[in-house]
């Protein structure tokens, strides 16, 4: 579950699979109707799946944002493209996580950042994702300086 959630949304060369592979096992898992389009409600119940719930106005949000050919779907090119950008925007997002750099990052930031993209995450979630993010200090997306400000000091 958290997982599939931390695939989608952290994927990290740290992982030495390649991306297109997770791409494609995500894109897999959201085209429950075997079109080879992922469209709306797919999105919606697929990302519910992860423990995301997002409204309908933002999956269509996300899906506007990725199609290019205006079919209303996003087929797996338009869905690689979408998340290849969505990814360089989530790593600055998490560069800037820690807003009051005091060297923490707190499950509201999580929560906020995914708030920013239109996904309504619980609590629960964030707290998750937090530990998991913490619990791996090789994430590169977690700049060390920022990990380990104030601890060194003296
Ligand atoms: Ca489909
Ligand atoms: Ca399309």
């Known amino acids: 579950m958290y997982s599939a959630v931390r695939k989608l949304f952290f994927t990290d060369c740290q992982c030495a699979r390649e991306p297109s592979k997770t791409y494609e096992e995500l894109f897999a898992k959201l085209d429950t109707n075997k079109d080879g389009k992922v469209d709306v409600s797919e999105l ?8 995301i719930q997002t409204g309908n106005a933002a999956a269509q949000k996300i899906v506007s944002s990725g199609d290019r050919d205006h079919d209303d779907r996003l087929d797996f090119k338009e869905f690689t493209k979408y998340l290849k950008d969505h990814e360089k925007k989530l790593r600055l997002t998490f560069k800037n996580l820690d ?18 993209l239109g996904l309504d995450i619980s609590k629960e979630d964030a707290e ?3 530990q998991r993010l913490v619990g791996n200090l090789g994430f590169s997306a977690l700049p060390r300086d920022t990990l380990t400000r104030g601890r060194g000091g003296s």
């Open 99 to 116: 807003k009051n750099k005091d060297g923490q990052i707190d499950y509201m930031e999580i929560k906020q950042s995914f708030a920013d």
């Open 128 to 130: 998750k994702i937090l």
């Open 44 to 51: 919606r119940a697929g990302l519910a799946a992860m423990g």
